[in-house]
């Protein structure tokens, strides 16, 4: 019932082999697998993996780096720049909250988001919530991603609420994800949303956004 090239895939990203694992989304895609189903059936699943393993004391930053790069070669491969609609549904700002030096799911919700035709503003990993706040007005977003793979950043999460509020710009949408912070419900978070996937974050945009699907 399983596909060996979507294991091969899911394996690949696990080891960091880059090559191997664009090698093996472009033989998913050939065989007519759509890009929705590759990024969860193969890069979401080994995130998933990796975000277990993260969970516990075997922290290996050698090793998150290497799956990392290989999610960006995959997710290159699949939405090359330059082939989303140059249309904009609207500008995110995504960040990993400081503290956390963790930005693979970020990054792979920002290759979708944009490849979905959304401006992404990434104010990278360990980012202080002044810098998040500061940038999400300037850029007038319609809303802020937070990733978190450690329990440390839920304080920081915590407040974003109230310090969009001192600006004036509640209005602003807060969704948040990651190991750490999918364990934990919106309302404790104080936020609008907590996606279980990347996919699940883009839905959630979609909706607010009034895109499709």
Known sequence: MGNPTMDLLVKALLDGDQTQAINAAKNLRDAGVGHTQIIVEGVEAAMVQL???????????????????????????????????????????????????HDLGKNVLKMILTAKGYRVVDCGKDCPVQKLIDTAEQEKVMAIGVSGLITSVIPHVHKLREKLAERGIEHIRITAGGAALKQVSAAS????????????????LEQIAGGAK
């Open 51 to 101: 975000d277990v393993k993260c969970t516990v004391e075997q922290f290996n930053l050698l090793e998150i780096m290497l799956a990392g790069r290989a999610v960006m070669g995959v997710m290159k491969e699949l939405y090359p720049p330059g082939t989303h609609s140059p249309k904009t549904k609207g500008t995110v700002v995504l960040a990993s909250l400081e503290g956390d030096i």
């Open 189 to 204: 978070l104080n936020v609008d949303f907590v996606a279980e996937t990347a996919f699940d974050g883009v839905h959630y």
